[in-house]
């Protein structure tokens, strides 16, 4: 499976696309910019052009869609832009770089950057969303605002997780990675996990989503050991893997706690063992399910 679908909804907002040539619609929305593959005007062009259409000082959220050749060269354009205008941005506090579908770019094949420098030109910002992780740089860093850090790919690399870990996030609460498959970048196996929760304190944490991931029964069957599983308001394994083992470590933990929702869409767990899980005092999500294919199972996002 690959995404589809664009975002409708950011950040509660209506999202809407802005492209060169248009006329900001106005209202109570999200804007995504977006280009076509062969596109004439440069990333920068189209920021400044839509920056100028609009009162940068109220911008709150920013989507930044497809970019021309988003297979070939990164956001960069975008980000140097939004980092040189800072001053005219205050009030903005949530970004989404990449949402594309499949038709513009394949999430593995979509070329990202270092986003160090936008983080520390935008300490109030209190989202950040990147999909893809090709060329990704991340180094560790300290970001008193930023409540929700989320990476959508096909493989994330371990270096990633290692710098995440090493980092200073004391407003992060919710986090979301998505591991993908070792064909496209997941090198780790589940130590870097256990290493980024034990480094970040996930006491703090509402969600925790580690998705579309292969190894998704190990991580079922160590987090559900895990004392701080139950403060979570939401563990969000979909998209991967999970199947009878990761399904009975769920089942039978006695660190549930207060836990509100467990989602496991798209799994291969056997029917016996989704009856028990939603037998459980929280919503689990089951939706989804997968066959093996002559004993193999796939993650939902990997090309």
Same mark, same amino acid.
């Given at each position: 499976?690959?995404? $589809?679908?664009?975002?409708?909804?950011?950040?509660?907002?209506?999202?809407?696309?802005?492209?060169?040539?248009?006329?900001?619609?106005?209202?109570? =929305?999200?804007?995504?910019?977006? #280009?076509?593959?062969?596109?004439?005007?440069?990333?920068?062009?189209?920021?400044?052009?839509?920056?100028?259409?609009?009162?940068?000082? #109220?911008?709150?959220?920013?989507?930044?869609?497809?970019?021309?050749?988003?297979?070939?060269?990164?956001?960069?354009?975008?980000?140097?832009?939004?980092?040189?205008?800072?001053? #005219?941005?205050? +009030?903005? @506090?949530?970004?989404?770089?990449?949402?594309?579908?499949?038709?513009?770019?394949?999430?593995?094949?979509?070329?990202?950057?270092?986003?160090?420098?936008?983080?520390?030109?935008?300490?109030?910002?209190?989202?950040?969303?990147?999909?893809?992780?090709?060329?990704?740089?991340?180094? +560790?860093?300290?970001?008193?605002?930023?409540?929700?850090?989320?990476?959508?790919?096909?493989?994330?690399?371990?270096?990633?997780?290692?710098?995440?870990?090493?980092?200073?996030?004391?407003?992060?609460?919710?986090?979301?990675?998505?591991?993908?498959?070792?064909?496209?970048?997941?090198?780790? $196996?589940?130590?870097?996990?256990?290493?980024?929760?034990? @480094?970040?304190?996930?006491?703090?944490?509402?969600?925790?989503?580690?998705?579309?991931?292969?190894?998704?029964?190990?991580?079922? =069957?160590?987090?559900?050991?895990?004392?701080?599983?139950?403060?979570?308001?939401?563990?969000?394994?979909?998209?991967?893997?999970?199947?009878?083992?990761?399904? #009975?470590?769920?089942?039978?933990?006695?660190?549930?706690?207060?836990?509100?929702?467990?989602?496991?869409?798209?799994?291969?767990?056997?029917?016996?063992?989704?009856? @028990?899980?939603?037998?459980?005092?929280?919503?689990?999500?089951?939706?989804?399910?997968?066959?093996?294919?002559?004993?193999?199972?796939? =993650?939902?996002?990997?090309?």
């Amino acid at each position: 499976m690959t995404i $589809g679908e664009y975002s409708q909804i950011y950040r509660g907002k209506r999202v809407v696309n802005f492209s060169m040539g248009d006329t900001p619609a106005g209202g109570d =929305v999200v804007y995504r910019l977006t #280009q076509d593959y062969d596109s004439a005007e440069s990333q920068r062009d189209l920021l400044d052009n839509f920056l100028s259409q609009v009162d940068p000082s #109220q911008l709150e959220a920013l989507i930044i869609g497809a970019w021309s050749e988003a297979q070939e060269e990164g956001p960069g354009g975008y980000l140097d832009g939004l980092i040189e205008r800072r001053a #005219q941005l205050p +009030a903005l @506090k949530a970004l989404f770089i990449g949402d594309m579908t499949f038709e513009d770019c394949e999430i593995s094949w979509i070329i990202q950057t270092s986003y160090n420098p936008l983080l520390a030109a935008f300490p109030n910002l209190q989202s950040l969303r990147v999909r893809g992780s090709t060329n990704l740089e991340l180094q +560790a860093f300290r970001h008193d605002s930023l409540e929700e850090l989320a990476i959508e790919c096909g493989g994330l690399p371990s270096n990633i997780v290692d710098a995440i870990a090493a980092s200073t996030l004391p407003a992060l609460n919710h986090l979301e990675l998505w591991l993908g498959s070792d064909g496209y970048g997941f090198d780790g $196996g589940i130590a870097p996990y256990q290493n980024l929760l034990a @480094k970040i304190d996930p006491r703090r944490l509402r969600y925790l989503g580690l998705r579309d991931s292969e190894i998704s029964d190990e991580l079922a =069957v160590w987090l559900a050991q895990q004392p701080w599983l139950g403060s979570l308001q939401t563990l969000d394994l979909s998209l991967g893997t999970i199947g009878d083992v990761g399904a #009975q470590a769920l089942a039978e933990s006695p660190h549930l706690g207060t836990i509100e929702r467990i989602d496991l869409s798209h799994h291969y767990i056997s029917p016996p063992w989704q009856q @028990k899980l939603q037998a459980l005092p929280c919503t689990v999500v089951l939706e989804d399910h997968e066959d093996e294919d002559d004993g193999d199972r796939y =993650v939902a996002v990997s090309e």
